[in-house]
């Protein structure tokens, strides 16, 4: 019978906590690689960003600003959004039309129409949509916005997740004040000449101060903590498995040291522990397959932006197995040094 090796165990258990991190990142490739940027909260690099800062209601006209662009004003509050889907008020532009389920997209019309309208996600519209008559509604700060139409796709994606409120309705009978507007289109030269013009209007209202902002893409489904968190809790996984690994190979080093003997050769022995360290590696992405699995069974983390954004299927099942062998196979690296360091006659005594 083989003898149970504590090392060997704890290696596993490290790469089944570091197996969250591939799995949920080869996730996030492929959610990004689907939503389109305009629905995706974090704009394109091209985006231009301002923020707005008036002591008196000081309005203005997305058509006053050009064509063929889209502006977003951020329903957000010290960079946390206020709501659980709202993101944005949205303004006339050069909309891809999004994948819809049923009804319709807004027209240009809706965007600037003092109807208050919207567009919601099928996820969002389970949760938070109510229905009078043959009308559905989404209620948000107290005003009704009827609902043209569902988006979704048939993969995870920020269209389901999402409401799209149109400008008119948003700011109908209510003072604009200071707020943070983000400005996209597909040609630059559109954008920034809308960007100019919003500028010019701030710049010649009274009491009004605009603040051109640097926009940075950011990856949506982590926050800042979470990103902070992450790649600091990575590094400890690795270095604890690199740690690990010395005592392993310590551990092993008897056997090693008796192949070595017998005549196996050093590309031997070291194809050996690399075969090791992938096994290690794929029963701790197993076991972590597998708890998160059993979490999406909890509907409370299930229906949380992680749980929705890390559903396992296919594609993650691929791209985090070749991850894992290849994370795998770098940090078998140290241990294979210290193979070949292995004194055989020392081992052997």
């Not at 940027?37 to 960003?49: A, Q, W």
């Not at 009078?132 to 389901?160: A, N």
């Not at 022995?269 to 992405?285: D, K, Q, R």
């Not at 991850?323 to 210290?338: D, E, G, H």
């Amino acid at each position: 019978m083989k003898k149970f090796n504590i090392y060997g165990f704890m290696i596993t258990l490290s790469f089944f906590l570091a197996s969250f991190f591939i799995v949920g990142f080869s996730n996030l490739l492929i959610v990004n690689r689907i939503n389109n940027r305009n629905y995706d909260m974090f704009l394109g690099r091209d985006s231009l960003k301002a923020r707005i800062s008036c002591d008196v209601p000081f309005s203005f006209s997305p058509q006053n600003l050009g064509d063929n662009f889209v502006i977003y004003n951020m329903i957000s509050a010290n960079g946390a959004y206020d709501s659980d889907w709202v993101r944005a008020v949205y303004g006339i532009g050069d909309f891809p039309m999004p994948a819809m389920k049923d009804g319709r997209f807004f027209t240009n019309d809706d965007f600037v129409s003092e109807e208050p309208t919207c567009v919601l996600g099928l996820a969002a519209a389970a949760r938070s949509s109510e229905t009078e008559g043959d009308t559905e509604y989404y209620t948000f700060e107290g005003v009704k916005y009827r609902i043209l139409g569902h988006m979704g796709t048939e993969e995870i994606s920020d269209l389901d997740v999402i409401v799209m409120l149109n400008w008119g309705g948003y700011f109908n009978n209510k003072a604009m004040y200071s707020g943070t507007y983000i400005i996209d289109s597909d040609n630059l030269s559109e954008s920034t000449r809308a960007f100019e013009n919003l500028k010019y209007l701030a710049d010649n209202a009274e009491n009004v101060k605009f603040y051109t902002m640097v926009h940075n893409p950011t990856i949506r489904s982590f926050d800042t903590y979470s990103k902070t968190l992450y790649p600091i809790s990575l590094a400890i996984l690795i270095m604890s498995i690199i740690i690990i690994s010395y005592f392993y190979i310590d551990s092993i080093s008897h056997r090693i040291a008796v192949k070595k003997l017998v005549g196996f050769s050093s590309l031997n022995l070291f194809l050996e522990v690399a075969g090791e360290f992938v096994c290690f590696a794929l029963a701790g992405m197993t076991c972590a397959v597998i708890a998160l699995l059993l979490l999406a069974a909890n509907e409370r983390y299930a229906s949380s932006e992680l749980g929705y954004f890390t559903v396992i299927r296919p594609q993650t099942m691929i791209y985090a197995v070749i991850a894992t062998v290849f994370f795998a196979l770098i940090l078998s690296l140290p241990a294979i040094l210290f193979v070949y360091r292995t004194d055989t006659g020392k081992k052997l005594k």
